[in-house]
């Protein structure tokens, strides 16, 4: 456990949380609630606080399952806060980060319904269990109990670092004695896309696996796109291996936001 | 190096479609998926060959390990979990892994 992954596990993010204007439908404004949102968590772990606090201010009758939108994209939950702020937001301008709330006409070709902490759990544990495919073939999260796989959900919904990270580090030993894993996990996201792909830990870098993806796009003295990794943009020649183990997120994937740089 | 480049990736992706428990075995196998088609496109697929009720639940699996998110497109999941040129997909009536 780095003091990196301390770091990064202790990063939030102001939100303000708005009704969209044309759902309210009450004589007196609702107001906006702030929260301190982390970025290993999900959107929609909030619902239900968020639901109570504008449950007054709706209309019940048309009342949906709650959704978000940030500048007319509707946010996909089961990405962690802190890939869909890199993904869409300038921490510059775009602090704190204003959140629509929408409770009436659930976008639900874009957006999977969310029916409540189950459905966000098993979401993380499919992912985790993909990642683990990739790293170890399976057999790191074969080989954990029922209470190790409840501990690391319980440790991320509490925000409890000892508590997920006790369990998350047999994640990041080596495959079969190998002091690298068997493959990488990487999801990269570009213009609303989702991308992923697998790399051999040795000797790959953050520029041989961008390069992968966006052909001649990437090299050390020329660079037309930007790389946001939790919140930072590191060294193109950062190894991937090391990247994987200190900058990876809860579900044990790399996820790498790519914006173009305008010209 | 990395294990697979947009040189040889596939116009389509071969799926291939196993029954495990209860569900129905299918006549035929093999499917020759769009990449970009989404795993929720397949299950609606599966759920017609199998005429499937409403309220009858469907549930894909990749290595036999995990559900992928309904919105994943399957060719992102041939990337890393296609082999031999093929992606095997497991289907079942009831929830078979985690």
């Given amino acids: 456990m780095s003091a990196i992954s301390k770091k990064l596990w202790e990063g939030k993010l102001p939100v303000c949380f708005e009704l969209a204007s044309h759902e309210v439908d009450c004589p007196t404004e609702p107001g906006m609630l702030y929260l ?28 949906d399952e709650v959704w978000f939108e940030y500048n007319g994209s509707p946010l996909r939950w089961h990405y962690p806060c802190g890939v869909l702020f890199d993904l869409l937001c300038n921490p510059a301008t775009d602090l704190p980060w204003s959140i629509t709330v929408h409770f009436q006409n659930f976008p639900s070709d874009v957006l999977l319904r969310c029916p409540g902490d189950n459905a966000i759990e098993s979401n993380y544990m499919m992912t985790l269990k993909e990642a683990d495919q990739i790293k170890h073939k399976g057999q790191v999260i074969s080989n954990m109990s029922r209470n190790q796989h409840m501990q690391l959900w319980h440790g991320i ?12 580090k047999k994640f990041m030993e080596g495959f079969e004695g190998l002091c690298t ?22 000797e790959t870098t953050l520029e041989t696996a961008l390069n992968n993806f966006f052909p001649n796009s ?29 900058l990876s997120y809860a579900d044990n994937f790399l996820h790498i936001c790519v914006h173009s740089i305008p010209v | 190096m990395a294990t697979t480049s947009e040189e040889n990736k596939p116009k389509k992706v071969e799926v291939l479609l196993r029954p495990t428990g209860d569900a129905p075995i299918l006549k035929r196998k093999k499917w020759q998926v769009d990449p970009s088609q989404s795993v929720q496109w397949v299950i609606e697929f599966l759920r017609k060959l199998l005429k499937c009720e409403p309220s009858e639940s469907l549930f894909l699996y990749v290595n036999q390990a995990f559900a992928p998110s309904p919105d994943r497109e399957i060719g992102s999941l041939y990337e890393c979990f296609g082999v031999d040129g093929k992606l095997v997909l497991h289907y079942a009536r009831t929830q078979a892994w985690g």
């Fill in chain 1, 218 to 246: 990437f090299s050390q003295d020329q660079q037309t796109m930007k790389v946001v990794i939790q919140g930072i943009s590191p060294p193109l020649s950062s190894s991937l291996q090391w990247l994987s183990e200190n």
């Fill in chain 1, 157 to 168: 919904r509490s925000e409890n670092f000892d508590e997920f990270w006790t369990i998350n």
């Fill in chain 1, 181 to 202: 894993f068997r493959n990488i996990p990487v999801r990269v996201y570009f213009q609303e896309k989702l991308l992923q792909r697998q790399f051999a830990a040795e």
């Fill in chain 1, 36 to 63: 301190m949102v982390a970025r290993t968590s999900y959107l929609t772990m909030f619902s239900q606080q968020i639901e109570e606090f504008f449950n007054n201010y709706i209309n019940l009758k048309q009342k």
